[in-house]
């Protein structure tokens, strides 16, 4: 079943560690004040030792990770990093040129083992693995690397628009939620400020390198004048001085070329999207035939004379061990597809508690249609549904200040495949038929001429209208015709069908949401009115009262004000919601009210409000009073009869009763004339002026 897609983010946790806060800044400081003090050498050999576990950790880290942004901290660490080693350069540096004269010991242990066993003592060989070091770094990785994150930082900020308005389409849809919006901005941004920061750490590495060269050079140079001037034979000077030297140059290089080896793996990690070690296996050991050829080629390598046999024969028995643990081409994806249609070794086990619960829960709002409308959530085939319902849900938010909940959008094969349909609580409110290939185009009522095409009615408002091909589109917009594509269709219809139920839409939850909305401007007026005055199920009752009739309830602040001055009066929703109606009157008016400031409506005759009061009078008496059926459906035909002149003149349709009679009113016009908006007078502003363009009168009604 396609499902519109559904956005988890969970922001980064930061536990404070008082420790760490103060621990880095004393060893930044630390690594600048190694530059101008005396080390000993015993102390030199554990911040050596130190340097390079540090590099070769950072290295692993950055193989383990996963996105660039789990190891975020990386630029500022490239700069303490480099501190760190020119320190420890100028330390050894210190004590070689000091102490250099007394022998092979003078730097400290490590600089000695790598100075004469890593070489073998050796100097042309120290060097020239020290000058290959210093190419691979700078040349090769390092540039690389900086190369790679010069890209990825201007594509990251070109695409940075592209995506934000991605989240505000999810957010506006309903697929995300706002916390999880602020999230996915800010890891776009931390995203972009890394590969930036990445982009400038590549020069740290390259000066070092530099630096390395010519602390080198100082050493070998320095160190000569200074043993020579001790009194040292000029090559036992040599010796001794290119020994110290090159095992202090390898000391440093080692742990720079981790450090540019981990830069290089973190800014490509967004092509890999995994650990290294996971891509590598699955990718250059997933495809048996790539696998099964190499081998293949390496046993054909050992048959050539001359070419050594074993160690092909070996590598060739490894990978044909390898390729028969390999599954198949396209095994792979039918055990996934398997897993997600439930069946199949690799699909969950669920408990029948777990599936008995999955049953139970009903989407408050959701909208299904057949395989032929797929195309209208896929935005790549023009359909920009979830987009209009995103507009949609802010739309309401404004005109009626309510939050519509999340639209779930998914397709149900036992649907026909044209059809769709709209479900509140899992029950049905509205859905028509959508014809393939086809555009609405529906008839305005202005007497436009005829078209060629197949008639139908707007699902909407019910107006004629016909099914034309897309190719005709022009023609008919050229000729008058409103014309519509079916995403359209489906987020004007989802439109109107949440306004017609809106009250369902409010519940206690919602009613909450909105309590806290408020008190973030006012917390006095919330905490003074609710709940100690009007609990949320008497605020629940009425909020559902203003919206059945289509009155915003988006100025909380005077419907809570009101309820708390007139809870003291009366306890009865009903009567409350009447009275807080008129508090709301500016509302009202402008809701009604015509372009040119003026309210057009109809009003009774007052006979007919005589015959309504005495109606309500013996309801309440108990002697009867209800209204003859064919009285009920001759006040009803002559409100209908003037529904004409409104259409006219582009007014909302309205009638005015004195306010003892407007829920009365209401209920008479409430089927028959749902879209008929009842007011009374006191819900007019005065300075409005009102024009009565008919009356419905008794006697009409009674003929």
Same mark, same amino acid.
């Given at each position: 079943m396609l499902t519109a897609p559904s956005v988890n983010a969970v922001a980064p946790v930061r536990i404070p560690n008082k420790k760490s806060d103060l621990l880095v800044p004393l060893g930044i400081i630390g690594i600048i004040l190694m530059m101008v003090l005396p080390l000993p050498a015993a102390l030199l050999d554990l911040l050596l030792a130190f340097s390079i576990a540090l590099a070769i950790g950072v290295f692993l880290t950055a193989l383990f990770i996963e996105e660039a942004l789990e190891f975020s901290a990386f630029p500022a660490f490239v700069l303490v990093a480099t501190l760190l080693r020119l320190s420890l350069n100028v330390a050894t540096t210190r004590l070689i040129l000091l102490h250099g004269a007394e022998g092979h010991g003078a730097a400290g242990q490590v600089v000695e083992a790598f100075g004469r066993f890593v070489v073998e003592g050796n100097i042309v060989v120290g060097l020239v693995v020290f000058l290959i070091l210093v190419v691979i770094n700078f040349v090769v990785v390092t540039k690389g690397a900086g190369r790679v994150a010069e890209v990825a930082a201007r594509f990251t900020l070109d695409a940075m628009p592209g995506k934000q308005m991605a989240i505000d389409a999810d957010l506006q849809s309903g697929t995300i939620t706002a916390d999880q919006a602020r999230v996915r901005r800010r890891n776009l941004e931390r995203e972009a400020d890394f590969f930036g920061a990445m982009d400038g750490a590549s020069k740290f590495v390259h000066g070092d390198a530099v630096a390395g060269l010519l602390i080198t050079g100082i050493n070998l140079v320095g160190g000569l004048i200074i043993g020579v001037s001790a009194g040292m034979e000029l090559g036992k000077a040599a010796e001794t001085f290119s020994v110290l030297t090159v095992g202090d140059a390898l000391v440093s290089q080692l742990p720079s070329l981790l450090v540019s080896a981990a830069s290089g793996l973190v800014v490509t990690r967004s092509a890999t999207g995994d650990q290294i070690g996971r891509a590598f296996g699955a990718q250059l050991l997933g495809r048996r035939r790539a696998v099964a050829m190499t081998a293949?080629?390496?046993?054909?390598?050992?048959?050539?004379?001359?070419?050594?046999?074993?160690?092909?024969?070996?590598?060739?028995?490894?990978?044909?061990?390898?390729?028969?643990?390999?599954?198949?081409?396209?095994?792979?994806?039918?055990?996934?597809?398997?897993?997600?249609?439930?069946?199949?070794?690799?699909?969950?086990?669920?408990? !029948?508690?777990?599936?008995?619960?999955?049953?139970?829960?009903?989407?408050?709002?959701?909208?299904?249609?057949?395989?032929?409308?797929?195309?209208?959530?896929?935005?790549?085939?023009?359909?920009?549904?979830?987009?209009?319902?995103?507009?949609?849900?802010?739309?309401?938010?404004?005109?009626?200040?309510?939050?519509? %909940?999340?639209?779930?959008?998914?397709?149900?094969?036992?649907?026909?495949?044209?059809?769709?349909?709209?479900?509140?609580?899992?029950?049905?409110?509205?859905?028509?038929?959508?014809?393939?290939?086809?555009?609405?185009?529906?008839? %305005?009522?202005?007497?436009?001429?005829?078209?060629?095409?197949?008639?139908?009615?707007?699902?909407?408002?019910?107006?004629?209208?016909?099914?034309?091909?897309?190719?005709?589109?022009?023609?008919?917009?050229?000729?008058?015709?409103?014309?519509?594509?079916?995403?359209?269709?489906?987020?004007?219809?989802?439109?109107?069908?949440?306004?017609?139920?809106?009250?369902?839409?409010?519940?206690?939850?919602?009613?909450?949401?909105?309590?806290?909305?408020?008190?973030?401007?006012?917390?006095?007026?919330?905490?003074?009115?609710?709940?100690?005055?009007?609990?949320?199920?008497?605020?629940?009752?009425?909020?559902?009262?203003?919206?059945?009739?289509?009155?915003?309830?988006?100025?909380?602040?005077?419907?809570?004000?009101?309820?708390?001055?007139?809870?003291?009066?009366?306890?009865?929703?009903?009567?409350?919601?009447?009275?807080?109606?008129?508090?709301? !009157?500016?509302?009202?008016?402008?809701?009604?009210?015509?372009?040119?400031?003026?309210?057009?409506?109809?009003?009774?005759?007052?006979?007919?409000?005589?015959?309504?009061?005495?109606?309500?009078?013996?309801?309440?008496?108990?002697?009867?009073?209800?209204?003859?059926?064919?009285?009920?459906?001759?006040?009803?035909?002559?409100?209908?009869?003037?529904?004409?002149?409104?259409?006219?003149?582009?007014?909302?349709?309205?009638?005015?009763?004195?306010?003892?009679?407007?829920?009365?009113?209401?209920?008479?016009?409430?089927?028959?004339?749902?879209?008929?908006?009842?007011?009374?007078?006191?819900?007019?502003?005065? !300075?409005?002026?009102?024009?009565?363009?008919?009356?419905?009168?008794?006697?009409?009604?009674?003929?």
């Open positions: 293949g080629i390496l046993t054909v390598l050992a048959l050539v004379p001359g070419m050594p046999a074993v160690p092909c024969l070996i590598i060739a028995g490894a990978l044909a061990l390898a390729v028969r643990k390999i599954p198949p081409e396209g095994a792979k994806e039918a055990a996934e597809a398997a897993a997600k249609a439930g069946t199949g070794p690799g699909a969950p086990a669920r408990s !029948s508690a777990e599936e008995i619960d999955a049953a139970l829960s009903v989407d408050l709002l959701s909208v299904e249609f057949g395989y032929e409308l797929i195309w209208v959530v896929d935005p790549t085939r023009g359909g920009n549904l979830l987009e209009r319902v995103g507009a949609l849900r802010s739309q309401m938010a404004r005109e009626l200040g309510i939050v519509v %909940p999340p639209v779930h959008v998914c397709d149900n094969l036992e649907l026909a495949p044209s059809n769709y349909r709209v479900l509140l609580l899992g029950n049905e409110i509205g859905g028509s038929m959508l014809r393939a290939n086809r555009v609405l185009a529906v008839d %305005p009522g202005t007497g436009v001429p005829p078209l060629e095409g197949e008639k139908t009615t707007d699902p909407t408002f019910g107006m004629a209208a016909l099914w034309i091909p897309v190719r005709d589109r022009e023609m008919a917009e050229a000729l008058g015709y409103t014309v519509v594509d079916h995403p359209t269709i489906l987020a004007t219809h989802l439109g109107e069908l949440l306004r017609q139920h809106a009250h369902k839409l409010l519940g206690r939850q919602e009613v909450q949401h909105l309590l806290e909305v408020l008190a973030r401007l006012s917390p006095k007026l919330v905490d003074d009115v609710v709940p100690s005055q009007v609990p949320i199920g008497e605020m629940l009752r009425v909020l559902r009262n203003l919206l059945k009739e289509g009155v915003s309830i988006r100025d909380m602040r005077t419907i809570v004000e009101s309820l708390g001055d007139l809870v003291a009066q009366t306890k009865d929703p009903e009567q409350l919601t009447e009275m807080v109606r008129e508090r709301l !009157s500016a509302h009202i008016t402008a809701r009604v009210k015509q372009p040119n400031g003026s309210v057009a409506a109809l009003a009774l005759d007052p006979r007919l409000e005589d015959v309504l009061r005495r109606s309500l009078r013996d309801i309440a008496t108990g002697q009867g009073g209800a209204l003859d059926p064919e009285l009920l459906r001759g006040i009803t035909a002559s409100a209908e009869a003037a529904m004409p002149k409104f259409a006219a003149i582009g007014a909302p349709p309205i009638v005015i009763t004195p306010p003892d009679l407007r829920r009365y009113v209401r209920a008479i016009f409430e089927r028959k004339l749902p879209h008929l908006f009842v007011a009374s007078f006191r819900e007019i502003d005065p !300075s409005t002026p009102l024009r009565v363009l008919d009356t419905v009168r008794a006697q009409q009604a009674a003929a």
